[in-house]
């Protein structure tokens, strides 16, 4: 008897065990836990708020990893830091990049209409008219950052998120902006780019070298873009090519073209109170010479930010002003300060994610951005997504596993009447 009633404990604790571990599967399966596959080249933030990063092997090789950045101790009110000084003192800084030394030509914000100069680096593809090719100006403009050898991942995005005859009107338009590469590489990569160039009129270049560390000046080109060829469009999308981006649900439900479009909005992740890295072996370095200042003012993470057409020339006058820094998004939050304008929260922490949330339709559905997709991956989801439009949260199957991921922390569906 006491044989048996001891076996069967053993079998109750090894059950439990079992159990417990099928748990730990099942959350790092949904990516409740920070991934570590460097497949997703991931974030190590967890909360758009919360600003969590911890010690592990993440890959960070990704353009907007969170390891360019560090925590400033201080989380509260002090965190936006009134910029005024920074500006003044704006002068004596080493302008960030080369060339960027003679950017700080006088033009000052009203006079950028009409006449504004594409900057230092000429456009060597344009497309000087695709704002204007329908009578109506364009409500949305999404700018996608990415590089010569990335045909698969424009190919898709053509295909799937940026297709702009998928959205009825008021539509968007598509552009993906890019640097030039050296060499054969670079000559054999520009032919072939001046041949998709005429093919699909999507494509920006300008003459300045495609590193990670450009990544400001080509943000800067699409700001330019617009401020010179498409100040009346409504809203405004920068985003990169590894990401998944519900334009429809951005259109429709956050945007809204049946109301007035806002005025000096700027919208996506919400990164508060980040400082710079002062850590010399880090190579996300930032050099007191650079950015003096012991914070970054509250900046969106460049995965995915959304701002109302009247400030792309706003910002692309601020920046004249403004000494270069290599940290794209950084650099836009601090020209956002300049002009006084903080970023609007987004309306729940779901929205913008600049981590991968692991796919479900129903999640997908009330989403805006999720990070790190290889180009089969997003055909895939896509498809996925379009095909259970309709019932994405009908729980059914792997597509409709939504009662736990959605509602976490109580805050889906959530409801966009009041913002
Ligand atoms: C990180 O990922 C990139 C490509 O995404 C790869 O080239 C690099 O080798 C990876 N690094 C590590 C340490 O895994
Ligand atoms: C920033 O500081 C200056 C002077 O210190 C003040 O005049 C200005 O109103 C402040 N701006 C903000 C947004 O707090
Ligand atoms: C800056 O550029 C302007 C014209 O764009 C030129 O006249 C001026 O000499 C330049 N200044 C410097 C310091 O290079
Ligand atoms: C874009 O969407 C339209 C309408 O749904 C479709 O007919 C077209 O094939 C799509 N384009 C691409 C490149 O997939
Ligand atoms: C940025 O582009 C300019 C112009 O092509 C180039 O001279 C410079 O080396 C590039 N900077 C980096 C860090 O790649």
């Known amino acids: 008897m006491q044989w048996r009633r001891r076996r069967c404990c053993t079998h109750a604790a090894v059950f439990y065990l079992l159990s417990l571990l099928g748990l730990v599967v099942f959350l790092v399966h949904q990516a409740w836990l920070p991934r570590l596959s460097p497949l997703h080249s991931g974030v190590p933030i967890i909360g758009a708020g919360e600003a969590h990063t911890a010690k592990t092997k993440w890959n960070s090789s990704s353009q907007h990893s969170a390891w360019r950045l560090l925590i400033v101790a201080q989380l509260n009110s002090g965190v936006n830091a009134n910029l005024s000084s920074h500006k003044k003192e704006s002068t004596s800084f080493h302008p960030g990049g080369p060339r960027s030394g003679n950017t700080t030509a006088t033009i000052a914000e009203g006079e950028l209409d009409g006449r504004i100069s594409p900057g230092p680096f000429p456009y060597t593809i344009n497309e000087p008219d695709k704002c204007m090719q329908d009578r109506q100006a364009p409500f949305l403009v999404l700018l996608i950052a990415t590089e010569a050898r990335q045909v698969e991942a424009r190919n898709a995005i053509r295909q799937t998120w940026g297709n702009e005859s998928a959205l009825p009107a008021p539509g968007f338009i598509r552009l993906f902006l890019l640097g030039k590469t050296e060499g054969e590489l670079g000559i054999l990569q520009q032919r072939m780019l001046v041949a998709e160039s005429q093919r699909y009129h999507d494509i920006l270049q300008q003459d300045f070298l495609d590193s990670y560390k450009n990544l400001t000046?080509?943000?800067?080109?699409?700001?330019?873009?617009?401020?010179?060829?498409?100040?009346?469009?409504?809203?405004?999308?920068?985003?990169?090519?590894?990401?998944?981006?519900?334009?429809?649900?951005?259109?429709?439900?956050?945007?809204?073209?049946?109301?007035?479009?806002?005025?000096?909005?700027?919208t996506g992740n919400n990164m508060r109170g980040?400082?710079?890295?002062?850590?010399?072996?880090?190579?996300?370095?930032?050099?007191?010479?650079?950015?003096?200042?012991?914070?970054?003012?509250?900046?969106?993470?460049?995965?995915?930010?959304?701002?109302?057409?009247?400030?792309?020339?706003?910002?692309?006058?601020?920046?004249?002003?403004?000494?270069?820094?290599?940290?794209?998004?950084?650099?836009?939050?601090?020209?956002?300060?300049?002009?006084?304008?903080?970023?609007?929260?987004?309306?729940?922490?779901?929205?913008?994610?600049?981590?991968?949330?692991?796919?479900?339709?129903?999640?997908?559905?009330?989403?805006?951005?999720?990070?790190?997709?290889?180009?089969?991956?997003?055909?895939?989801?896509?498809?996925?997504?379009?095909?259970?439009?309709?019932?994405?949260?009908?729980?059914?199957?792997?597509?409709?596993?939504?009662?736990?991921?959605?509602?976490?922390?109580?805050?889906?569906?959530?409801n966009f009447q009041k913002s």
Not at 350 to 379: A, D, M
């Open 217 to 266: 000046i080509k943000t800067l080109m699409g700001m330019n873009w617009v401020a010179a060829h498409c100040p009346q469009a409504s809203y405004v999308m920068k985003t990169d090519s590894d990401m998944f981006v519900n334009t429809e649900y951005l259109v429709y439900k956050l945007l809204r073209p049946e109301i007035k479009p806002k005025k000096n909005y700027f």
């Open 274 to 414: 980040f400082g710079p890295n002062r850590n010399k072996n880090s190579k996300w370095y930032m050099p007191p010479e650079t950015y003096p200042e012991d914070k970054y003012p509250t900046f969106c993470s460049g995965t995915g930010y959304v701002f109302s057409g009247d400030l792309a020339s706003k910002i692309y006058g601020a920046s004249l002003n403004v000494p270069r820094l290599h940290l794209e998004d950084v650099y836009v939050g601090v020209c956002l300060a300049t002009l006084g304008i903080e970023p609007t929260p987004p309306a729940n922490a779901f929205l913008f994610n600049h981590w991968r949330v692991s796919y479900s339709s129903c999640k997908y559905s009330h989403l805006i951005t999720s990070h790190g997709f290889q180009p089969n991956e997003l055909l895939k989801y896509w498809h996925h997504l379009q095909n259970n439009k309709h019932n994405a949260c009908v729980a059914k199957g792997r597509g409709g596993r939504t009662r736990s991921g959605m509602q976490r922390g109580g805050k889906f569906p959530i």
